[in-house]
């Protein structure tokens, strides 16, 4: 929960003026590439290194909570599952934007 409500702020501190479209497809493809990245095994601190906004830091942690897996079809299964969630999290606090 504590990790959700991090998520929630992160995502909300980095929507702008962007189309949320765009910007959820932005969120997703990083999410995509830092759990890649974790699942092919880079070193956490090289991709923390890599974090230039507090979105990004969030990410890495995430990303290197989870499991590393062997196979291919895991990773990938791992890392779509990963991305998805973050283009879902987005649209919902765009939603919420919209709402407030």
Not at 68 to 86: H, L, M, P, V
Request: hydrophobic content about 45%; proline content about 3%; overall charge positive.
């Amino acid at each position: 929960m504590k990790a959700l409500t991090a998520l929630t702020l992160a995502i909300l501190m980095a929507l702008s003026t962007t189309a949320t479209a765009d910007r959820c497809k932005g969120v997703a493809d990083l999410a995509e590439a830092m759990m890649n990245a974790r699942q092919v095994g880079v070193p956490m601190q090289a991709v923390m290194a890599g974090a230039t906004t507090p979105i990004h830091e969030i990410m890495v942690i995430e990303a290197y909570e989870a499991p590393r897996y062997t196979t291919k079809e895991f990773q990938k299964r791992e890392t779509q599952n990963f991305s998805d969630k973050w283009y879902m999290s987005c649209y919902k606090v765009a939603a919420q934007m919209k709402e407030s």
